[in-house]
């Protein structure tokens, strides 16, 4: 009789506790499924995202020059990269002749005739400004991430991108800035604000660290760098 309900007691024991092992086991396997998934997809798209850029700028200079100048037409196999490199070296050469003056003599003339076709121009004019204003060692476009208040009680984060001039600085009577307030995921619209200085608050982020919490929606979140006293004296609310 004892044995009998000894080997009871242990079935009923061991029923109760292959559930608990179930659960177990479950929670495991799907912790390390999504230890995989993080583990693996930043990379795999990143992977995904190099190889299309560089079929798709292979796929448009490669066929601009002749077959006899392809390296690939000499070997068995396909050479990636080989638009970029290519690319590249072509840059750098029209960089080293716009440098001379034969280089500027023709950009000049290239210039005047732009300069005088009615919609071409304004495109060009446009464009040139932008990328000498990014481009240019002294330019501080998109090097300072700033909080502006939006609405009130509302903050979005923005980048700084030039000191106002012109009209709208001279109709103010603070100091304006253009600030861009990118929308997510998409980074590349947005609004253009123009804040007086003195109603933005200056993050210590970098513009890095700011473009990958923007595309990632707020999931990736850079550390407070700031000493701990003045993140403790940001949260002391203001007394009226």
Do not use: C
Not at 85 to 102: E, F, N, P, Q, T
Not at 174 to 191: S, Y
Request: hydrophobic fraction near 45%; avoid cysteine; glycine fraction near 8%.
């Amino acid at each position: 009789m004892n044995e009998d309900a000894d080997r009871g007691s242990d079935v009923a024991g061991g029923s109760a506790k292959e559930p608990w092992f179930r659960f177990r086991l479950h929670a495991r396997l799907r912790t390390y499924f999504l230890t995989g998934i993080v583990v693996t997809a930043p990379i795999s798209l990143t992977i995904y995202l190099i190889v299309l850029f560089i079929d798709f700028v292979d796929s448009r200079v490669i066929p601009l020059f002749p077959p006899r100048y392809n390296p690939e037409t000499y070997l068995p196999f396909s050479v990636p990269g080989l638009g970029i490199l290519i690319m590249v070296v072509l840059l750098m050469l029209v960089g080293a002749l716009s440098v001379g003056l034969v280089g500027r003599t023709f950009m000049r003339m290239g210039e005047r005739i732009v300069n005088r076709t009615p919609i071409v121009r304004s495109i060009y004019g446009a464009l040139k400004q932008v990328f000498e204003t990014v481009l240019s060692d002294k330019s501080k476009a998109f090097r300072e991430v700033v909080l502006v208040e939006f609405r009130p009680g509302i903050w979005a984060m923005g980048f700084v991108t030039n000191t106002t001039t012109g009209e709208i600085q001279n109709r103010t009577t603070d100091e304006v800035v253009n600030v861009f307030v990118p929308t997510v995921p998409n980074p590349t619209t947005g609004l253009l604000l123009f804040v007086p200085r003195t109603h933005l608050i200056p993050l210590e982020m970098t513009p890095e660290e700011g473009a990958k919490m923007l595309i990632s929606g707020g999931i990736v979140t850079p550390p407070d760098r700031r000493p701990l006293a003045e993140q403790q004296a940001d949260r002391i609310p203001s007394v009226d």
